[in-house]
Structures are given as C-alpha cells and as structure tokens.
C-alpha cells in the first residue's frame, strides 16, 4: 500500500486528535491556530490526494483486520479527494475570516470547547466523505449532529438556544429514521460494509420478491437524509440556526454540514441500491419535484426577509433545492450538475455568511438590513464579498453560479417535459434572487442619511469599527475574502478542470 493511501484515515483521525487535545491548551488563541493547522494539514493531504486519484485510481482502504461483515472500510476516489479539498480550504478560510467576530461572539472561557466543537465537526464531514459503510457513517452522523448543535449555542444568547434545540429535535428525528433505515438493510442483506450489501440488494431486486422492506428502508434513508440537509419541505429548522449563529458557525453549517449528508445520499443511491432501482422506485421523481419547490419558495422566503442572515439563510434552502433536483434527473449530467453547485455553494455561502457578519460588525451587529445602509463604505471587504456572492447566486457569467445552472439547464435536455420545469425553476428562482440580492446591495452600499447620524452614536459602543465611517481594517477578514472571491471566479471562469475531475469521480463513484 502507498502512503498516499493513507491519507483519508490520517485526516479523520488528527482532526478527531484535535479535538482531543484542544482542551488542554487553554486560551482559545492556542486552540484556534491548532484548528487552523490541522485543517491546513487536511487541505494538503487532499491536494495530494487528488492529484494521485486525478487519473480515476480508486481504493478501499479496511480499518483494523476485520473482513465484512463486521469491518470498517474507507474509499476515495477522484470525488472524494476533490470534496475534501474544498471542504477544508472554506474552513481553513471561514476559521481565518471570522477571527475577530469569534473573539467578540464567544466568551474566552468557551473558546476552546468552540474548537473542540469544530474539529469533531470537521472530522465527522471528511468520514462522511470517506466512509464506505454504513456503520461508521452512522456513528459520525451523531457526531456530527451533537457538534453542529454546539456551534450554534455557543454564541450566548436565547435565541441560539432556542435555534438549537429545534435544530437538534429536527436532527434526531432524521437520525432516528437513518438508523431504521440501516436495521432494515442489514435484515435483509446481511452486511454494513456498502459493496457486499450492494450485490445482496441487486440479487433481492432481480429475485422478483417482494421488496416492501427494502423500499421502506429507501423511503426513511431518503427521509432522513432529506431532514439533515434541509430539503424542503424538512427544513423549518434552517433559518434559525443559520440566523442567530455566529458567523463562523452559520457559514460552516450552510456551506459544508449540509453537503456532508447528500454526499452520503449520494453513496446510497450510486453504491448500495443502484440508480436504476431509485429510477425504477421514481424515488427520484419526489426529489426532483421537492428539489424544485425548495428553489421556488424558498427564493420567495427569502424575498420576504428583513434580516439579513435570513435572507442568506432562506437562499441556502433555495439552493439545496438545486441540488435535489439535479440528482432528481437521475442521469450521470444531473448528477455531476448537482455535485458542481454542491462545490458552488460550498464556496459561496461561507463568503455570504462571513461578508454578512462583517457588515453588521460595523452597524452595532444590528441584524436588519434597513440598519446596514452604508456599512459596505466601512468595511469594503464585506461589501465586495457580498457583491461577488450575490452575482453567484443570482447566476451572472463569470461567476461560480451561472456554471452550475447552464449545467442544469444542459444535463435537462435528455427529457423534454423534464426540460420545461427545470427551465422554468431555474428562470424563476434566478429573478427571485436578483430580487433580494440586488436591493441589499443598493442599500448597503447607500451614504447613510442624516437621519443616520444619532443611530450610529447610539451603537458606536457595540460597533467593531473604532469610529462611524472609519473603514474596518481587519488583514485576517480581507485575506480570507479576497481567497474566496478569487476562488469564486475561478470556478466561474476556469471550469473545465472541475468539471472533468467531477465526471471522473462520479465514473468511479458507484
């Protein structure tokens, strides 16, 4: 075995190492530059990672010396190399970004357990990326629930709290249902481990007997996987949590802990049950039709928001909507239209997030965006960020977004009927984004008025920036940004390199 061959358990174990370790260094400082390095570290693995897999090598890699049954196993590919580099690039860059917001948001006695809280996290998204049994996935979706629920309540307040506890209500009931799933598919198969049970479940579909249980075991995964990646309409939970985190925690759970769990959906479809079975099932017809609903009303939500984290926090389930519905497709192009916006979005909301928490940094963290006017004058980093995200989401060329919807719109042609909803949707979630993005960047960037002037004395106290309409220097949050919207225009204008090593994942995927 290579070394190289290594790398999927040595990334989920330093993370889980850190984690381990981050309460003995105390100040949260310590505990944040530890975060960043093991993440730097991840994200250098990864590249190197795929780099090895680029040509389309795949392997399996069995943890311990215990075959199937009873073995846990990882495999990468291509895919799974390409997602864990972007993984740990946006939280290296949303860690960095909101260094200051963090310092201000959670107490000094807490910081340390907020890290603790994020290296179990990130290690719980590189197993779902990695993890080829489902097992070992289920474990670290638990580990991914109970730590997802701690970064959105270790910003003090009643309202994180209260967005917590549905947050992880919600989050139960989808796990209750995923381990269901699991008791059933080992019934009637006999294995954990994905391939075994994959040839177990293609001898039941061509055996001709009944497949109740098996269909049942499809609808409670699909049902609880759908509830923890907020597909709507499961996704009640979203725009409390995402609104009232921190900035670091919303970017991290709208940008990455959503697409942990399609990934996975994405393995149970590809490699246990087989596309044409979930064809055959028209389990994907439901998620094409939710998938399309999710980018209309949850566009229109978000349109009716006059906060502006709920606004972006409305816009995500808009835009895991997308993705439902390319996987919906069930053709190779929907599924690798749905993994590049899966990469969009986990690089644009972050930057979304962040820029929004930056902006309401200089405004006293007031949340309404009538009480953003002007703040892009003070800190230009955010509004640049914003403007960028905004042009992304809404599908401008040159940026990230308009590439995934040609993508859609292309991988629709192979069912005309097909064709004229996704058409449509994407026309009419397009307009809807113009419709909350354009305006909030006309007003954040708007003189403030006169008017403004008491208001600002009056929050200059609670204010990051030293004085009203001194602009924020802050290097971390300008570095970070400058990385995301380069990022993001690179995707947006150098995409065939992605889209290849997409197709060749997804090749291999299955």
């Not at 895919?79 to 290296?92: G, I, T």
């Not at 590439?403 to 994407?426: E, Y």
Request: a positive charge; proline letters at 3%.
């Amino acid at each position: 075995m290579r070394l190289v061959e290594n790398i999927p358990f040595f990334s989920i174990f330093i993370m889980m190492a850190g984690g381990i370790v981050t309460p003995l260094l105390g100040g949260g400082n310590r505990a944040r530059v530890l975060h960043m390095v093991l993440v730097g570290a991840v994200a250098v693995m990864s590249g190197l990672l795929l780099g090895y897999t680029s040509d389309g090598t795949c392997f399996c890699f069995m943890m311990g010396h215990f075959p199937a049954p009873w073995g846990n196993e990882v495999r990468a590919g291509a895919l799974e190399a390409l997602m864990s580099l972007v993984f740990s690039l946006v939280m290296f860059l949303t860690v960095a970004a909101n260094k200051r917001s963090l310092e201000h948001d959670i107490p000094s006695e807490r910081a340390g357990l907020y890290y603790v809280m994020m290296n179990l996290l990130f290690s719980s998204l590189l197993a779902l990326i990695y993890t080829n049994d489902l097992f070992t996935a289920y474990v670290f979706i638990e580990i991914n629930t109970i730590s997802a629920c701690a970064i959105v309540c270790a910003k003090e307040s009643g309202e994180t709290v209260a967005a917590a506890i549905r947050y992880l209500i919600m989050s139960l009931v989808g796990s209750g249902l995923i381990l269901i799933s699991i008791a059933l598919l080992y019934c009637q198969t006999g294995h954990l481990l994905m391939e075994p049970m994959a040839g177990k479940v293609r001898d039941l579909a061509s055996s001709g007997k009944d497949l109740f249980p098996l269909k049942m075991a499809l609808v409670m995964m699909t049902s609880g996987l759908a509830v923890k990646s907020a597909l709507y309409p499961f996704s009640s939970w979203l725009p409390g949590a995402h609104a009232n985190a921190t900035a670091a925690s919303s970017s991290v759970l709208s940008g990455l802990v959503l697409k942990g769990y399609i990934i996975l959906l994405l393995k149970v479809y590809m490699r246990i049950l087989g596309m044409d079975l979930i064809i055959r099932l028209r389990i994907n017809d439901l998620l094409f039709v939710f998938g399309i609903l999710a980018m209309v009303l949850g566009s229109a939500r978000a349109l009716q928001q006059h906060m502006v984290k709920r606004v972006i926090a409305y816009s995500s389930i808009a835009q895991i909507g997308y993705i439902f519905m390319g996987i919906g497709m069930g053709t190779r192009a929907g599924l690798a239209a749905a993994v590049l916006h899966m990469i969009v979005h986990a690089v644009t909301k972050p930057m979304l997030f962040t820029a929004a928490g930056g902006l309401m940094d200089c405004c006293g963290r007031q949340k309404e965006i009538a009480a953003l006017r002007g703040s892009a004058r003070r800190n230009p980093a955010a509004g640049a960020g914003l403007v960028v995200g905004s042009m992304a989401m809404i599908g401008i060329p040159f940026f990230s977004g308009f590439i995934s919807k040609i993508s859609f719109a292309m991988a629709s042609f192979h069912d005309l009927n097909r064709a004229v909803l996704v058409l449509g949707a994407l026309a009419v979630s397009t307009v809807l984004n113009a419709m909350y993005y354009i305006p909030l960047i006309i007003i954040v960037f708007s003189e403030s008025g006169p008017e403004k002037a008491d208001y600002e004395a009056a929050v200059l106290e609670n204010a990051v920036v030293p004085e009203a309409g001194e602009p924020v220097r802050d290097f971390h949050f300008t570095a970070a940004m400058a990385c995301f919207m380069a990022g993001n225009v690179l995707i947006g204008t150098y995409y065939g390199p992605v889209v290849r090593m997409i197709e060749t994942g997804l090749a291999n995927f299955g």
